[in-house]
């Protein structure tokens, strides 16, 4: 392009709030024929609400009395009035007893307290909205990507998903039901851990951006492949990815934060040329690696820095603007 036709397109995006990182950043994004998704915070809203809690016991019986009654105002359900009173003098929980959905909140909610993520925060504020006395932890470790340990009232608590629980030696399949049900509802699944048992699961849901459907059709109507790219497991993405209309095939769900570059390489190493979306620091390599690397909105400076493109406002249909800016700036100078 000429300097005048690039200056044309950097100042139309501007105005837009689409902003380019150069003038090979405008050239290059009309060649995209692929957009990757981040899920989080990039296709949804990225504000986790606490919505299920349940408890579970050893045969995989949900124990909780509310245990199938799912909110839809965002309120944690799963109420639970059973065996009120577990305690010891000591505090201690007594073990191989079914604890209540409010028990399995509060350990929960004390091992989320060393967390940052937005599926802790939201525990721990599920916890707190409930009035829940949430007790200290200490000892926290967390594991990327699959969940956080603490040892709460002496005891060895776990949250997470499904590996995590299995490389501590306890077995996630009683709560298989419960998981899978929580999950084709788009919401993301925790199981829930104390002491080496499985106590019960607690969910978080997001909701999806009020344009993301229209900004997939829009893509998917020039002949662009919408694909969506995820740390979450499987289902939950799917059912997300239905939601927005994103073909189930083209999601790619329990990437770890570390192997989003390489799923972004292996896309397009297909001769694809791809435009990767993402907010968060765990997307800085995938934007970087990417054809085109477009943050969103709200991003972390981390993606920003990483990215070619930025989207001032934090709606997905911005990505079509970006690459209609590059079509017409491109096609006006030819
Ligand atoms: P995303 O890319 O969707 O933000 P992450 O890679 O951070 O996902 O995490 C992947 C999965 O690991 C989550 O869906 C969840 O099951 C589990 N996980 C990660 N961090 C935590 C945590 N602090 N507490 C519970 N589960 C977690
Ligand atoms: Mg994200």
């Known amino acids: ?12 995006g501007a105005q837009n709030g ?40 050893g045969e995989g019986n949900a124990v909780t009395d509310g245990g199938d009654a799912v909110a839809d105002g965002g309120a944690a359900s799963g109420e639970s009035g059973t065996s009120s009173d577990r305690r010891s003098d000591g505090g201690e929980l007594a073990t191989r007893e079914r604890l209540s959905g409010d028990d399995v909140l509060r350990l929960a909610a004390a091992a989320e307290s060393g967390s940052e993520h937005p599926l802790a925060r939201a525990i721990v504020d599920g916890a707190e909205e409930r009035g829940l006395d949430v ?26 998903n499904r590996k995590l629980l299995r490389d501590a030696g306890v077995d996630p399949t009683p709560a298989a039901e419960t998981m899978e049900r929580l999950e084709s509802e788009g919401k993301t699944a925790m199981l ?32 662009t492949d ?33 192997d989003k570059s390489d799923a972004v390489e292996a896309i397009q190493s297909e001769g694809r040329k791809a435009m990767m979306v993402g907010d968060g620091v765990n997307d800085a390599p995938a934007l970087a690696v990417a054809h085109v690397g477009t943050a969103i909105g709200s991003g972390t400076d981390v993606a920003i820095e990483a990215a070619d493109v930025t989207l001032m406002r934090d709606d997905p249909q911005d990505v079509v603007k970006a690459i209609r800016i590059s079509e017409a700036t491109l096609q006006k100078i030819k």
């Open 192 to 223: 829930v851990a104390a002491d080496g048992e499985l106590v019960g699961v607690v969910a978080d849901a997001d909701t999806v951006k009020e344009n993301a459907k229209d900004a997939v059709a829009a893509l998917q109507d020039r002949g």
């Open 226 to 258: 919408v694909m969506m790219i995820t740390g979450d497991n499987e289902r939950t993405a799917r059912a997300v990815a239905e939601q927005v209309g994103i073909d189930p095939d083209n999601v790619r769900a329990e990437v770890l934060p570390e």
């Open 135 to 160: 007790p200290d932890a200490e000892d926290f470790e967390n594991v990327p990507g699959h969940g956080i340990r603490a040892t709460v009232e002496g005891r060895e608590v776990l949250v997470g």
């Open 1 to 12: 392009a000429t300097p005048a036709a690039t200056m044309v397109g950097t100042t139309i």
């Open 18 to 57: 689409v902003l380019f990182k150069g003038g090979d950043v405008l050239e290059r994004a009309k060649d995209v024929d692929t957009v990757v998704f981040d899920k989080t915070g990039t296709l949804t809203e990225g504000a986790m609400e606490l919505t299920d809690v349940v408890a579970v016991d």
